[in-house]
């Protein structure tokens, strides 16, 4: 509110405004959905904070706008986590820059490179998925003699999940639903 006096204009913040008062500053609700997109823990939105963790503990109980901040960054996390996990599970490809001899001087080439599924990403995603099919399901270690070229890589390298397939991009955005109805942080 804005109130004249002597042809100053001086600043007088609103009191008439009843109600509980926020237990955060206003601004941090911002700051703690892009650390929960991160994959931040209590531990580490205390650390940020400087609060204690069962100050962190206790917004996300008492304060829902808080919880809501979390849980959408959150799932934010989960969805790369999910896709990286599912790219595991179904192989991919990528392309690596490697430093070769040309009559003498170095050339940089690319070369496309391929991941094999995952055994065991594939067990765990069907025997989640399709209880009734694969629960009871064991994985045999094979062991195979000869060059195989196999890498693993951090999941940097994973491809983003605008890359994925179609049907892969479907499953994700699934499955993310159904994390947002859980968690009860859906925009809708």
Avoid at 23 to 52: H, I, Q, S, Y
Avoid at 54 to 59: F, G, L, V
Avoid at 75 to 81: G, N, P, Q, S
């Amino acid at each position: 509110m804005v109130r004249k006096k002597k042809g100053i204009q001086r600043y007088k913040p609103d009191t008439s405004k009843t109600g509980p008062k926020s237990l955060f500053p206003p601004g941090m609700l911002r700051k703690v959905t892009l650390l929960a997109k991160l994959g931040a823990t209590n531990k580490t939105f205390a650390e940020f904070f400087e609060k204690d963790i069962s100050t962190i503990e206790y917004w996300i109980k008492n304060a829902p706008e808080f919880k809501k901040a979390k849980n959408k960054g959150g799932i934010v996390a989960d969805m790369k986590v999910i896709a990286s996990f599912f790219q595991r599970a179904i192989g991919y490809d990528y392309t690596e820059q490697q430093i070769v001899q040309c009559k003498g001087v170095p050339v940089a080439i690319d070369v496309k490179k391929h991941v094999i599924p995952d055994v065991k990403a594939c067990q765990m995603w069907l025997a989640n998925r399709q209880k009734e099919l694969w629960a009871n399901t064991t994985i045999k270690d094979i062991r195979v003699q000869g060059n195989i070229n196999h890498n693993h890589h951090d999941v940097k390298d994973i491809p983003d999940i605008k890359t994925l397939s179609k049907q892969a991009r479907k499953i994700v955005f699934e499955i993310s639903q159904k994390q947002l109805a859980l968690s009860g942080t859906s925009d809708n």
